[in-house]
């Protein structure tokens, strides 16, 4: 599985193929309070695991995998339950912020239900992204459109991979204002060396 593609890899490409290709191909990661904070709410929120709650069974933790996406990684929570007689699966991922304005996590998140689907006969309809910073649990529908923009952003990145050059910062600089990888990617410092460059 050592070219499998993480799953939560497509979100940072799907914000920016430049933080993507940093964390990815050149194992950056710059870790400030905001990335601490994420990560220990995880671990706090997720060790492995199930437990039952009336007719809900959760699963914690749990590994998805697909052959056909070539892609793998970790859901925060799987919800298991029958509806009409059909196991209906839903995956859950939690976020430390707020609801962007990206489709960045819907993406995430739609990857790990096409693993479910690949690897259960369960249905898997919807899946929800929580985030702590609005407590909103956000709902997302795995619609064929979503579906289809998660296998474009999965071929992405294998092209950026086989290509293998830095892209180029964002415009976007209101994204680059959130990125934890800010300080090592010097985005408006490269667009002056490339202005004057020319
Ligand atoms: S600082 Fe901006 S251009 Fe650089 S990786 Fe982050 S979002 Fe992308």
Redesign the pocket.
């Known amino acids: 599985m050592d070219d499998y593609l993480p799953i939560s890899m497509l979100n940072q490409l799907e914000?920016?193929a430049?933080?993507f290709y940093?964390m990815h191909v050149c194992g950056e990661m710059e870790v400030n309070a905001h990335v601490l904070e994420g990560s220990l709410r995880h671990q706090q929120a997720h060790s492995a695991g199930a437990e039952r709650e009336g007719d809900v069974l959760s699963h914690r933790r749990v590994y998805l995998w697909s052959e056909r996406l070539g892609v793998a990684g970790f859901a925060d929570v799987v919800e298991e339950r029958v509806v009409d007689g059909r196991r209906v699966l839903i995956p859950i991922e939690y976020k430390k912020g707020r609801m962007g304005r990206w489709l960045n996590d819907h993406i995430q998140l739609c990857a790990q239900a096409m693993c479910l689907m690949e690897r259960s006969d369960a249905d898997v309809p919807k899946g929800y992204v929580f985030y702590f910073g609005s407590r909103r649990r956000e709902e997302v529908h795995f619609t064929p459109e979503l579906q289809a923009r998660t296998l474009q952003a999965i071929q992405r990145a294998r092209q950026l991979i086989a290509q293998g050059k830095l892209p180029p910062?964002?415009e976007h600089y209101a994204?680059?204002r959130d990125?934890s990888?800010?300080p090592i990617?010097l985005?408006r410092e490269m667009r002056k060396l490339s202005e004057t460059a020319v």
């Open positions: 914000y920016c430049r933080r940093l910062p964002l994204k680059c990125c990888l800010e990617c985005p």
